[in-house]
Every structure is written in structure tokens, then in C-alpha cells.
């Protein structure tokens, strides 16, 4: 199989928005901006300004806070399934190499509870 190179990758636009929001979230940016607005927040709870103010603020972080669960949880399977897939790949490549165990992700937790612990008796 052929290389995969960024350049081949075509991804749709929901792919292109989570990527791109998946490096800005990530990086010291959305950091600097959150710490920003978390001392706006605090000076605004300090001199008892506009209760509109903190409403807004208190819903806005509950919005961003609802939908980053779902990117980090989409990235994280993205991820996953990118590491699965090579190390089946090593797996493959290794002579000598048992396959027995190439698709264990798709077992269940008790299943894999009880393979562990049979690794363990060895």
C-alpha cells in the first residue's frame, strides 16, 4: 500500500472545520483567549457588573464546553483508529508475529478483561 500523505487526503467540510478548530483548541491561542475572557468573567463577578454580562458568559462556556466534548471524543477516535490500523499493519509486516490479537478492539471490555487475565496466568 502506498503512502498516505496529507496532500491525498480529501476531506469534506466538516472534516476541514473540526481539524482546524481541533489545532486552534489546541493551541496557546484558544489558550491566551480563554484566559481572557476567564479574567473578564472574574472582574465583571468582582465589581457586581451586569448580570446580563455573567449569564451570557455562564452560557457561552456551557455551549463551547457541550461541543468540545463531541470534537475531543471525534479526534479521539480518529486517533484511535489511526493507531489500531498501524499497529495491525506491524503486526503484519513482523515475522514471526501471532495475528491472533488484530482486531482485540472489537471485543468486549469483559472479553478483554478475560484475555488479560489469561496473559497474566503465563
Not at 22 to 31: I, R, S, V
Not at 43 to 54: H, I, P, V, Y
Not at 95 to 113: T, W
Request: one cysteine or more; hydrophobic letters at 50%; charged letters at 20%.
Amino acid at each position: 500500500m502506498a503512502g498516505v500523505s496529507s496532500q491525498n487526503i480529501k476531506a469534506g467540510p466538516f472534516e476541514k472545520l473540526a481539524v482546524a478548530l481541533t489545532k486552534f483548541t489546541g493551541g496557546t491561542g484558544a489558550f491566551i483567549l480563554a484566559f481572557c475572557i476567564v479574567i473578564v468573567w472574574g472582574l465583571t463577578r468582582l465589581f457586581n457588573l451586569s448580570e446580563n454580562w455573567q449569564l451570557a458568559i455562564n452560557n457561552g462556556t456551557a455551549i463551547i464546553t457541550f461541543l468540545m466534548v463531541f470534537l475531543i471524543q471525534r479526534t479521539q477516535n480518529k486517533d484511535s483508529l489511526a493507531v489500531q490500523l498501524k499497529l495491525n499493519e506491524l503486526i503484519a509486516a513482523a515475522k514471526g508475529a501471532s495475528n491472533k490479537l488484530i482486531d482485540v478492539e472489537n471485543l468486549s471490555e469483559r472479553d478483554l478483561n478475560n484475555l488479560k487475565s489469561k496473559q497474566d496466568i503465563k
